[in-house]
């Protein structure tokens, strides 16, 4: 069981950075392929960004690629997504989830965090 809680969200302006953390509690947490997510108002929920348990592999959105990072701390069951070059389209809450060892699906979510990019 892994229980995530984003923080970090806010209204910033276009061109802006921030950085999203999600701490995980659980001790299987650094077995775990973690992922952001995000959903913006009326559209449906979409990938952003995914690591693996080690950190070695990364993948990214076409839309954010360039522009974030992904990353994690296992010592500190960390993970985080450093957002630069902020863009309205940006706006949405974003979303830390796990994906438990040779499962192919997101099993756990946390509650999400808003982030807002005005123009």
């Known amino acids: 069981q892994v229980q995530l809680a984003e923080s970090g969200g806010g209204l910033v302006q276009a061109g802006d950075s921030l950085r999203l953390s999600c701490a995980a509690s659980?001790?299987?947490?650094?077995?775990?392929?973690m992922g952001w997510f995000r959903q913006a108002p009326g559209k449906e929920r979409e990938f952003v960004a995914r690591i693996s348990w080690s950190g070695a592999m990364r993948s990214y959105a076409d839309s954010v690629k360039g522009r974030f990072t992904i990353s994690r701390d296992n010592a500190k069951n960390m993970v985080y997504l450093q957002m630069n070059s902020l863009k309205p389209e940006d706006t949405a809450v974003y979303y830390c989830?796990?994906?438990?060892?040779?499962?192919?699906?997101?099993?756990?979510w946390g509650q999400g965090t808003q982030v807002t990019v005005s123009s």
């Open positions: 989830a796990a994906r438990a060892p040779s499962k192919s699906e997101y099993d756990y």
């Open positions: 659980g001790r299987t947490f650094s077995s775990y392929g």
